[in-house]
Structures are given as structure tokens and as C-alpha cells.
């Protein structure tokens, strides 16, 4: 592989390695055939072949770096998801901690005020007017009631003073506990939140490299299918079909040999997706016909897709990488069904369902290894 494909390949492995950097673009290069070319390669059959070969390798090259770039964006989506999942969830737990801590320093004065307030009165039962009613009374009869009530009261309150003084100092001792897992939590969160801006400007960069790669393969392509279709007396619909059916025949070959569970996150596109799963479980019912498969396959595929994404066009499995609905892995190889996989859950359909036509038969069929297989 030479000049525009190298160079691609080339700007996917910088942007793996500086996560949060922006990819430079690609400089011009002269290494793709010009319609000069092609027309000289007609003067013989080992020309034609030659030239047919090296655009087969230009578009295969295209195709390889474009798929990376837009693999290696849904990993920096998924990560940037988790990432922010991870900052609501230190955020609320900050919350809930400097709301406790505030909770527990109000009960404390609460009850310090109620226990001082108890304190005093005692204060005022006690010493002097005690010991008179002693003196006084002590000898009559008719005193000893009311001073039995009195020195239960005093221990009454007394008890009930002591009380009240553990509990504002346990309430104290909480919210000082509280408050420090409090500040914790905030310099956690504070330090969830940078990750997550890093993990942000890192999704951006992946997802414009993609775009440009994107934008480049189909450029290019659009030009070397033409070329092809001009050597080989075709015409460019025609090289542009034999192509994809190589590539989903690669793909069929690829998914079978990449066995996994299904999603466990997800990975939205930075532009947003769609996520639908009732419109894209009625868009796939309408599919099942072109497959030459009866409404009763449906059933099967609601199951299998359930499964594995949930009928989400976002969801992400962290641990193999697969993505959308149909949980393709990797993910670019429903670059096939269309440039609009990342985001369109109906191309994510085409694709799944054209995959499993290929492989199973049917989606029943699909099912049945599923439930076998954990994975299809």
C-alpha cells in the first residue's frame, strides 16, 4: 500500500496514540492512477490487470482506514458515555453527602440547644431551694409526696439531659464524618469532571478524523470504481456491488470467528443517534419479506436483538466492541449497508438482517445458536 492509503493508516495509529489530540489532515499525494493511466493500461491484457489490481489494493487501503477512524470513534464515544455516567454519578453522590452532613450539624444544635435548655432547669431545681424544702418539710407528712415528685423529676430530667448531650455529640461526631467524605466526593467529582472534558475532546478528534477518512474514501472511491469499471467494461454500480459483496462475505467470515455477549453500554455519536428500539422493531417488519421470511420470524428477532442491544443504535459491548442493534463486530463493517451506520438504526437493520440471511438462514435460526451459543 502506497501514498494516501499509507498516510491514512498512518493518521489512525497517531490518533490512538495521542488520545486527546486533533489529527492533522492528510497532504496531497500522486500515488492514485489518473484516467491517463487507466487508458494506457488498455494497450495490454497484463496492463489491465495490473492497473485493475492496484486500484483493488488504492480502495481496499480506503476502505481499511476508514473503517479504523470510525472504529476508533465509537471507542472514544463509549468512553466518553462512561465517563460521563461516571461524573452524574460522583455528582450525586456529593450531593447526597453534603446534604447528610448539613442534615446531621443541624440535629446536633437541635438537640444541644435542647439538652442546654434542660441543663438550666435543672440548675434552677437544684443547690438552695432543695435543701430547704429538705429542712422544711423533711419531718412532715404531708411534704414527703411533693418531694419525692420533685427528686424524680430532677433525676427525670437529669437522665433526659444526659440523653439528649450523647446524641447532639453522635449527630457532632457524624456530620464531621460526613462532611469530610463530603469534600472527598467533591474532589472526586472535580476530578471526574476534567476526565470527562478530556474524554470529550477526544471523542471530537476521533469522530472528525473519521468524518475526513469518511470523506476521502468516498471521494477517491467514487473515481478508482469508475477507472475499474472503465478497464473492465463494467460499469461502476456494477464494480461498486461486487465490492460489497466481498466485504460482506468477509464480514460473515469475521462476525462468526469473533464470538461475544451482548451490550453492556453505550457509545452515542457525538452528533446524536436515534435511539427507537419500537421504530426500528417495526422497520425490521417490514424488512422480513425481502428476505423471503413470514411474519413468524419476528418473534425470533425481537428475542435475538433484545438480547444483545436491546434494539438500541447506540449500544456497546465495553469488553469486544461491538455496537448497534445488531452488535457488529467491529462496528465499521456496517460501513457496508451505508456511511450512515454509526447514527441510522434502519442501516443497522440492513445490515444485521443481510448478515443474518448469510449466516443462518433466518432469524429463527439465529436465535437457536444464540440461545446455544450465547452470542450469533
Not at 249 to 263: D, F, K, T
Not at 317 to 338: C, D, E, H, R, V
Request: hydrophobic share 45%; glycine share 8%; charged share 15%.
Amino acid at each position: 500500500m502506497r501514498g494516501r492509503s499509507r498516510i491514512a493508516v498512518g493518521l489512525i495509529v497517531a490518533a490512538l496514540l495521542a488520545v486527546g489530540g486533533a489529527v492533522p489532515a492528510a497532504t496531497a499525494d500522486t500515488s492514485y492512477p489518473s484516467w491517463g493511466d487507466v487508458q494506457a493500461a488498455k494497450a495490454s491484457q497484463a496492463a489491465t490487470q495490473a492497473e485493475v489490481t492496484k486500484i483493488n489494493t488504492l480502495l481496499g487501503g480506503l476502505q481499511k482506514a476508514a473503517n479504523a477512524a470510525a472504529d476508533l470513534a465509537i471507542r472514544r464515544a463509549a468512553q466518553y458515555a462512561k465517563a460521563e455516567a461516571d461524573l452524574a454519578a460522583a455528582t450525586d453522590k456529593a450531593v447526597r453527602l453534603a446534604a447528610s452532613a448539613a442534615a446531621a450539624a443541624a440535629s446536633a444544635r437541635s438537640l444541644k440547644t435542647e439538652s442546654g435548655a434542660l441543663t438550666e432547669q435543672l440548675s434552677r431545681m437544684s443547690g438552695a431551694d432543695l435543701t430547704i424544702h429538705l429542712f422544711l418539710d423533711g419531718s412532715r407528712p404531708t411534704g414527703s409526696s411533693d418531694l419525692l415528685y420533685q427528686l424524680g423529676a430532677m433525676a427525670s430530667l437529669t437522665s433526659r439531659a444526659g440523653d439528649l448531650f450523647t446524641k447532639a455529640q453522635q449527630q457532632q461526631n457524624l456530620a464531621a464524618s460526613l462532611s469530610g467524605d463530603a469534600k472527598a466526593a467533591e474532589a472526586a467529582r472535580t476530578s471526574l469532571a476534567a476526565q470527562a472534558q478530556k474524554a470529550l475532546a477526544a471523542a471530537k478528534a476521533a469522530q472528525q478524523a473519521a468524518d475526513a477518512e469518511l470523506a476521502t474514501q468516498r471521494t477517491r472511491a467514487k473515481v478508482m470504481y469508475a477507472q475499474l469499471a472503465s478497464l473492465k467494461r463494467t460499469t461502476a454500480q456494477v464494480e461498486q456491488k461486487y465490492a460489497a459483496g466481498v466485504a460482506a462475505r468477509a464480514a460473515l467470515a469475521q462476525q462468526q470467528a469473533s464470538a461475544g455477549g451482548g451490550a453492556d453500554g453505550f457509545a452515542p455519536p457525538l452528533g446524536g443517534v436515534v435511539v427507537d428500539p419500537a421504530g426500528a422493531q417495526a422497520y425490521a417488519q417490514s424488512r422480513l419479506p425481502s428476505f423471503g421470511w413470514g411474519g413468524e420470524q419476528m418473534s425470533c428477532l425481537v428475542r435475538l436483538w433484545n438480547q444483545e442491544s436491546g434494539w438500541r443504535a447506540d449500544a456497546y459491548n465495553t469488553s469486544s466492541g461491538a455496537y448497534g442493534i445488531p452488535q457488529s463486530l467491529p462496528a465499521s463493517k456496517m460501513s457496508t449497508a451505508g456511511p450512515d451506520w454509526q447514527t441510522n438504526a434502519r442501516t443497522q437493520i440492513n445490515w444485521g438482517l443481510d448478515y443474518i440471511s448469510r449466516a443462518y438462514g433466518s432469524p429463527c435460526g439465529a436465535w437457536n445458536h444464540e440461545v446455544g451459543y450465547n452470542w450469533y
